[in-house]
């Protein structure tokens, strides 16, 4: 890791579903490296999706209003991913650096996609939008999640129709065909 780097603060690891450029920097990682840990982050990503929407029931809210995404928590398959992700990070970096990375990443890694499992997580999408300026339909989206040892949170998000497969894959998969169009 770079000497200037300061050993107290903790690093942002991921922007997203990639590497953080400043964990790039910080690491002074190749591009081959780079390329290699960003893939490893797209698959568990995706690997943590499947997951998800195999351990996640739905249902239509009162007056076909809402749709309810519920996905409990599953630690063991979960707990696989996050395992077989730091592995390829202690690969990739070596035992040098894995130790340092390991000792600055604090929680980033762990509260990373979802906890990893651990979170039990509630989708509610109000299925009548808001409009844009610009005559968009925006939909509202909560994602509520709950960690086992009682930690919440909340999060708020109105989102226009072709942001929400890639902002939320999971509730994206239950969503009823027809029911979200990106004009009104």
């Not at 039990?120 to 999640?145: Q, W």
């Amino acid at each position: 890791m770079k000497q200037n780097a300061a050993p107290y603060l903790e690093l942002h690891i991921f922007n997203g579903k990639r590497l953080d450029e400043g964990f790039i920097d910080a690491f002074e990682l190749s591009e081959p490296e780079v390329v290699e840990l960003n893939q490893k982050l797209e698959e568990a990503s995706r690997r943590l999706d499947e997951l998800s929407i195999q351990a996640a029931s739905f249902q239509i809210g009162p007056g076909g209003t809402q749709l309810i995404v519920h996905v409990p928590s599953f630690p063991s398959e979960g707990g696989a991913v996050h395992d077989e992700l730091l592995q390829a990070f202690a690969e990739v970096l070596g035992p040098e650096k894995y130790k340092e990375f390991s000792e600055i990443s604090g929680d980033s890694v762990e509260s990373a996609f979802g906890s990893f499992g651990l979170a039990d997580t509630t989708y509610t999408m109000n299925l009548v939008p808001t409009r844009d300026g610009n005559g968009g339909n925006i939909y509202a989206i909560r994602e509520t999640s709950s960690l086992p040892l009682g930690a919440t949170s909340e999060f708020d998000s109105p989102l226009p129709a072709v942001s929400i497969p890639e902002a939320f894959p999971v509730l994206s998969h239950f969503i009823p065909s027809n029911s979200i169009q990106p004009k009104g």
